[in-house]
């Protein structure tokens, strides 16, 4: 497959040429980045609406990696836009430059680890994996369910997770399986239930706070529709839409999804005015392409679900007037509609709770063996250079 073909190439070159790892500036844009090396606009302006919209997805503080030519053009650049997806640009034979949307190349690690806590579960958790993501999700997941100041030296942490690695060091947030804090003997569990991805203890009573999200605008049909990673077979590449696009007159009124923080308004690459809130449980809405923002609202203000915050319209790199919206859990595009439709979906009972227990107790029984055991294993360590943030504890 030639998609597959061209990264081998690339990942070849990497051991070859002399390749950089970069982190990607704030306030640079796709198209500013083509201008720095000299490449026409024309490769952005001629590209397909979801792959022109997955350049918006850029965000600052993402570590990219470029290759260039002798004469510092550019050869190839991946460039990341979510934990499943990346840029590619690359140069032809022929001087001219080719852009697609591309699968990330990864690995997963999986390990079932335990840790002596000799000063806190975060910084200890941290210190053996080197994985600040790791130990910002064990801490988000417990949130303030228990009192870590009860915990006495000698107590545990055991973890089972997954973690992907890309070119050597670790990629995206953790897929937390399994958790047990023990605090002064007493073992706590969170045990994630996948069929709705939240956290129970072993005896099936929830954690996880319940979330409601709307829809924030009365629209006339669904323009494109979430598509994390589909081979088109007719196309022979990958499309990508990391979100949901409301078609909607322009000036209609946008409406928070639900309950948060404004933490962006402005310009924001090819998404044109936009907004994004923070919401609790590790969510954040993003709504693009408005015409204008609603008077009043700055980066800063807490808004209530149902809040008017803006108008639809066609900035940025759009087609015709709508709205799109984005929404990302912990840091992971995933797809607004499935979330909104959802529902209430936090207590286990009957069947549900029955097939929980039975699918979690080899869980408790593998985080209990990897404590016991003496001769437990360390867990992985990467180099790397952490850009996540800390998440207050």
Not at 12 to 27: A, D, I, M, N, Y
Not at 29 to 58: A, H, V
Request: glycine content about 8%.
């Amino acid at each position: 497959m030639k998609i597959i073909f061209t990264l081998i190439i690339f990942l070849t070159s990497v051991f070859g040429l002399q390749v950089q790892e970069l982190t990607w500036p704030k306030g640079e844009s796709f198209l500013t980045f083509l201008d720095k090396y000299n490449i026409s606009q024309k490769l952005y302006f001629s590209l397909e609406k979801e792959d022109k919209e997955l350049c918006s997805e850029i965000v600052a503080g993402i570590e990219y990696n470029l290759l260039l030519n002798d004469d510092g053009s550019l050869k190839q650049v991946l460039i990341p836009v979510s934990e499943e997806m990346q840029l590619h640009i690359y140069e032809t034979k022929k001087g001219k430059y080719e852009f697609e949307a591309i699968p990330i190349a990864y690995e997963e690690i999986s390990e079932t680890i335990a840790i002596e806590i000799k000063r806190s579960p975060f910084k200890d958790i941290f210190d053996a994996t080197e994985n600040l993501a790791l130990a910002n999700e064990v801490m988000r997941v417990y949130g303030r369910s228990i009192n870590f100041r009860g915990i006495q030296k000698g107590d545990f942490v055991a973890l089972k997770y997954k973690q992907k690695v890309r070119m050597g060091k670790y990629f995206g947030n953790p897929d937390l399986i399994a958790a047990m804090v023990e605090v002064n003997g007493t073992r706590h569990y969170r045990l994630k239930n996948r069929h709705n991805d939240k956290y129970y203890d072993e005896r099936g009573k929830g954690f996880s706070k319940t979330y409601f999200f709307k829809i924030p605008l009365t629209y006339k049909r669904i323009s494109s529709h979430f598509t994390r990673r589909r081979w088109h077979p007719v196309l022979k590449r990958y499309r990508a839409h990391l979100g949901t696009d409301f078609a909607a007159p322009r000036g209609r009124k946008i409406y928070a999804a639900g309950d948060g923080k404004i933490i962006f308004r402005g310009r924001r690459g090819g998404y044109g005015n936009t907004i994004i809130i923070r919401h609790a449980n590790g969510y954040r809405t993003l709504y693009a392409h408005q015409s204008r923002f609603k008077s009043g609202l700055r980066v800063g203000s807490y808004v209530r679900k149902g809040t008017h915050i803006g108008y639809v319209g066609s900035t940025g790199l759009s087609s015709g007037p709508h709205l799109h919206l984005g929404l990302y859990k912990n840091g992971r595009a995933i797809n607004p509609l499935k979330v909104i439709r959802r529902g209430k979906e936090v207590k286990l009972s009957g069947k549900q709770k029955a097939t929980f227990l039975a699918n979690t107790k080899e869980f408790v029984k593998e985080l209990e063996l990897v404590v016991s055991n003496e001769n437990r294993k360390l867990p992985t360590k990467l180099a790397r250079k952490e850009s996540y943030t800390i998440l207050q504890q």
